[in-house]
């Protein structure tokens, strides 16, 4: 690698990863680029290659949030989403662990669903049965 690429990568470390990603460069980093692009690249200006560069910084950072808001907020995907499917499961497993013998009388129905078929319930099913034969729950 360059002396002046040292420099350039030392001058955008300083600047930090996220302000890089945004489209702050340190103006090194121009100068370089454009005295590379006087010797391969006569047809392309500074300025062009500048927006483009920047273009692609920030398409990037817009995929990475895109994709990390699709992994946290995806309806039943989501990280939100499982971490709260398996805290549903873990009180279904205490639930059926405890036995029934609290069950109110207007849930016993509910005992006819295998464990089998509970745990292959949608997230909003489970807490439904949960909620029923919780003795907390109304009449």
Request: net charge positive.
């Amino acid at each position: 690698m360059s002396q002046n690429m040292r420099i350039v990568g030392n001058k955008i470390d300083r600047i930090g990863w996220r302000h890089f990603t945004e489209g702050k460069l340190p103006t090194a980093f121009r100068d370089m680029q454009r005295q590379h692009l006087l010797s391969h690249h006569k047809y392309l200006t500074i300025d062009v290659w500048m927006k483009g560069f920047i273009d692609q910084l920030l398409t990037l950072t817009h995929t990475q949030w895109l994709c990390r808001n699709l992994t946290k907020h995806h309806k039943t995907m989501g990280t939100k989403a499982l971490a709260t499917r398996e805290e549903i499961q873990k009180e279904v497993e205490e639930q059926l662990r405890m036995g029934f013998s609290d069950l109110p009388r207007y849930a016993q129905g509910l005992l006819e669903i295998s464990p089998d078929n509970l745990f292959g319930m949608r997230t909003a099913d489970q807490q439904y049965w949960l909620n029923a034969v919780s003795p907390k729950s109304p009449p």
